[in-house]
């Protein structure tokens, strides 16, 4: 019988070693051994960036590794999202998007730096931030069925401002509009704070904004809030009526955060990001934090933001086909 070359022998050992080390387990125990940064893809003050900075600093408290920000604007939310995408998938880059980036940007876009199934593992939703229906106080529109009459009697010319064009606000108008049968005129500002100071001074009789922009104009009456325009009434008052109870059509939409990471992130990692994740949401402090800028913490699995995702991505690419919204 021939004997096996040493060297041949040792090639083999070391083969099957690198083999059993490929199809080893990953294990998120020594995660994070290094600092992580979270990507948003706006500048700071926003919804995306707070839920960074809130939950980011609660991750480096647990896990003991500076958790850092990073604010990557412009190009609606492309350059943060392509980066994060092409990030390694280690759990070491992360991004804080928003519905705009995962669910609306695939259905106005037709150029997409990024696919959101091909490049990014859900981990947690983060945040809810309730979108409303207002008008100026000194209008004569006191309930939503009074804007629906009044948009069927002149079809067309009432004015609705929004934070900008192709924005989720925009997109909740076009649902209303399309729920009820009317035309409106939309009006797109550079903001929401713009739009709001807008429907305070009554250049505008409506606005499509998000709560936490008019609620501070609602104590004085320069801004009355007709409906939210989620399936739920808002924390932030529960006085005020859905859209849906107040016979605007079949309207949810809010606009929310969630985190993620590249695909192929290793799943122990993705487990245990979204544990923590989970916790840090729940804690009172956390609550209270984000209840103070009218804005609700809604922890959630993985599988469960991926269920959203693909849900509203859907329906948003409905809306813009039927309102023929272009943007590019």
């Known amino acids: 019988m021939s004997r096996r070359h040493p060297s041949l022998s040792r090639t083999f050992a070391l083969l099957a070693a690198l083999a059993a080390l490929g199809t080893a387990p990953v294990r998120a125990d020594d995660y994070p051994s290094r600092p992580i940064r979270i990507l948003v893809p706006y500048a700071p003050g926003g919804i995306s960036d707070i839920a ?43 991004v804080m998007c928003t519905v705009g980036d995962v669910a609306i940007n695939p259905a106005l876009f037709k150029q997409m730096p990024y696919d959101v199934d091909r490049d990014f593992a859900p981990i ?9 229906l207002a008008t100026n106080g ?42 009820t049968g009317t035309k409106f005129v939309h009006v797109p500002y550079k903001g929401g704070a713009p739009a709001a100071q807008a429907l305070v001074a009554g250049d505008i009789p409506l606005g499509v904004l998000a709560s936490s922009t008019v609620a501070p104009h609602v ?20 006085e005020w009526p859905t859209l849906q109870e107040a016979g605007g059509g079949d309207v949810n939409a809010s606009n929310w955060t969630a985190l993620l990471a590249p695909r192929g992130t290793p799943q122990p990692i993705l487990d245990k990001l979204n544990a923590e994740v989970v916790k840090i949401l729940n804690l009172p402090d956390v609550k209270e934090r984000f209840a103070g800028g009218g804005v609700a913490t809604i922890p959630s699995s993985a599988a469960e933001l991926d269920a959203r995702i693909k849900r509203e991505a859907a329906v948003y690419k409905v809306i813009v086909e039927k309102a023929d919204v272009h943007v590019d």
């Open 219 to 238: 104590p004085s009456g320069n801004i009355r809030v007709l409906a939210v325009t989620s399936a739920k009434r808002s924390p932030l008052n529960p």
């Open 52 to 94: 960074a900075r809130v939950v980011g600093a609660k991750l480096t408290e647990a896990w003991g590794q500076q958790v850092a920000v990073e604010n990557r604007p412009g190009g609606n939310g492309f350059i943060a999202m392509e980066l994060t995408a092409k990030s390694a998938p280690d759990g070491y880059t992360l």
């Open 138 to 179: 000194a209008s004569p529109y006191k309930t939503v069925k009074d804007v629906i009459a009044a948009a069927k009697a002149q079809p067309g010319t009432l004015n609705v401002g929004t934070p900008g064009y192709g924005s989720i606000n925009q997109l909740i108008l076009e649902s209303f509009a399309l729920n």
């Open 124 to 132: 947690a939703t983060i945040s809810d931030a309730p979108v409303v």
